[in-house]
Nanobody
């Protein structure tokens, strides 16, 4: 089992920045892919960014150039640096750790609220 705890969500003005964190504990050695998702009210949860054990990253088109995913293995933490925030970035942000690239076995955090005011 892997336990995930997100933090860093807040209310900020459009154009501002936030950095989310996801602290992991448990059987982390089994994890190959680490991802950030978000879910806005009335919408489906969507993939925001991901990073593999090799450090390969991918991003949703809507956040490319504004968001950066990173990890600190020593701290068992991944981050999501979010810049130039827009009201449409408002959502609950979740981290998800996967044991394989297909995420057939995965673990979710409880989410952290990000609200961007215009």
């Amino acid at each position: 089992q892997v336990q995930l705890v997100e933090s860093g969500g807040a209310l900020v003005q459009a154009g501002g920045s936030l950095k989310l964190s996801c602290l992991a504990s448990g059987r982390i050695f089994s994890i190959n892919v680490r991802r950030w998702y978000r879910q806005a009210p009335g919408k489906q949860r969507e993939l925001v960014a991901g990073i593999t054990n090799d450090g390969i990253t991918n991003y949703a088109d809507s956040v490319k150039g504004r968001f950066t995913i990173s990890r600190d293995n020593a701290k068992n933490t991944i981050y999501l640096q979010m810049n130039s925030l827009k009201p449409e970035d408002t959502a609950v942000y979740y981290c998800r750790y996967c044991t394989g690239y297909g995420c057939y076995e995965s673990y979710w955090g409880q989410g952290t609220q990000v609200t961007i005011s215009s």
